[in-house]
């Protein structure tokens, strides 16, 4: 059973827009932080954003402050991150990672990743 | 923001060697430094929380250390199958930062 799925993932034109989304299951999504981390072809990892459990806490790296936007919906196990005005070096994979508890704790779970390339 | 400087970038080893990377972040930290493991293609493996608690399932022949500013990451007689990319990140607060990885290639 893989606890989280992202999908959403393509090609899209420079200054266009995106949604990921991240699916999760095995677990009480509600219980947990998320966060979203990319890793551009050929480099290091690169935190992006967190939200807290209830969805009343974000966090974002400044790389994508006022771009990008992070939400979920409970309901649903799912995970959102909304990529707004896309430049050329947010080309990567976008993992969705579940924290052990509070934004801040280490992730025990880590999906698969999903590319997005921006030309 | 809190820099995280992970050395070295890249280095060569034989299976049986005993490696070790540092990682040192720009400010106290305290004890709140991970370290993964990641495979090409894969996503990160977590190895190591609170500088030096082995993960469950986690071979003993890895080992971290370290508080404060200064870490550092040991494999005891490399095996074949920690041929890889490992990487530091801090979790003591936000932005959340990585250090920038080392991969570990067969010499």
């Known amino acids: 059973e893989v606890p989280l799925l992202e999908s959403g993932g393509g090609l899209v034109q420079s200054g266009g827009s995106l949604r990921l989304s991240c699916t999760a299951s095995?677990?009480?999504?509600?219980?947990?932080?998320m966060s979203w981390v990319r890793q551009a072809p050929g480099k290091g990892l690169e935190w992006v954003s967190s939200?807290?459990?209830?969805?009343?806490?974000?966090y974002y790296a400044d790389a994508v402050k006022g771009r990008f936007t992070i939400s979920r919906d409970n309901s649903k196990n799912t995970l959102y991150l909304q990529m707004n005005t896309l430049r050329d070096e947010d080309t990567a994979v976008y993992y969705c990672?579940?924290?052990?508890?509070?934004?801040?704790?280490?992730?025990?779970?880590w999906g698969q990743g999903t590319l997005v390339a921006v030309s | 923001d809190i820099q995280m400087t992970q050395s070295p970038s890249s280095l060569s080893a034989s299976v049986g060697d005993r490696i070790t990377i540092t990682c040192q972040a720009s400010?106290?930290?305290?004890?709140?430094l991970i370290w993964y493991q990641q495979r090409p293609g894969k996503p990160p493996k977590l190895l190591i929380t609170?500088?030096?608690t082995l993960e469950v399932g986690v071979p003993s022949r890895f080992s971290g250390g370290g508080s404060g500013t200064d870490f550092t990451f040991t494999i005891n007689s490399l095996q074949a199958e920690d041929y890889a990319t490992y990487y530091c990140?801090?979790?003591?607060?936000?932005?959340?930062?990585f250090g920038g990885g080392t991969k570990v290639e067969m010499k």
């Open positions: 400010q106290d930290i305290r004890k709140y």
């Open positions: 609170d500088a030096s």
């Open positions: 095995g677990f009480t999504f509600s219980s947990y932080a």
């Open positions: 990672a579940k924290p052990r508890g509070g934004a801040l704790r280490p992730p025990d779970y």
């Open positions: 990140q801090q979790h003591d607060s936000f932005p959340l930062t």
């Open positions: 939200i807290s459990h209830t969805d009343d806490r974000t």
